[in-house]
């Protein structure tokens, strides 16, 4: 049985940065797709970055682009998403996911293994 463990979350004000890792174990990490996702109060679960095994290709929302940056430890099994400049409009439950794939995926009907979430609140 597969477990995500995402932690990180918190509170932050606009401009501020954020780290979230998310720690796997059940299964080898290192050949598969990785993501993460946001949820915000009263919205659809969006895609935020992706990242394959090879971390030579991530992919990301327009909308964090150029601020999050998505990487992966496979010796540790972890990944990580670095949030700079923050904005209000982050406010959201973050989840991190595992694909059954090994290319960049952005539809959460990609992904078969799902964390609990954490909260990331950023204040004007």
């Known amino acids: 049985q597969v477990q995500l463990v995402e932690s990180g979350g918190g509170s932050v004000q606009a401009g501020g940065s954020l780290r979230l890792s998310c720690v796997s174990s059940?299964?080898?990490?290192?050949?598969?797709?990785m993501g993460w996702f946001r949820q915000a109060p009263g919205k659809e679960r969006e895609f935020v970055a992706t990242?394959?095994?090879?971390?030579?290709?991530?992919d990301y929302a327009d909308s964090v682009k150029g601020r999050f940056t998505v990487s992966r430890n496979n010796a540790k099994n972890t990944l990580y998403l670095q949030m700079n400049s923050q904005k209000p409009e982050n406010t959201a439950v973050y989840y991190c996911?595992?694909?059954?794939?090994?290319?960049?995926?952005?539809?959460?009907?990609?992904?078969?293994?799902w964390g609990q979430g954490t909260q990331v609140t950023v204040s004007s």
């Open positions: 996911a595992q694909a059954q794939s090994f290319i960049p995926r952005r539809s959460p009907d990609e992904y078969i293994y």
């Open positions: 990242l394959p095994r090879s971390e030579s290709s991530p």
């Open positions: 059940g299964r080898t990490f290192s050949p598969y797709t």
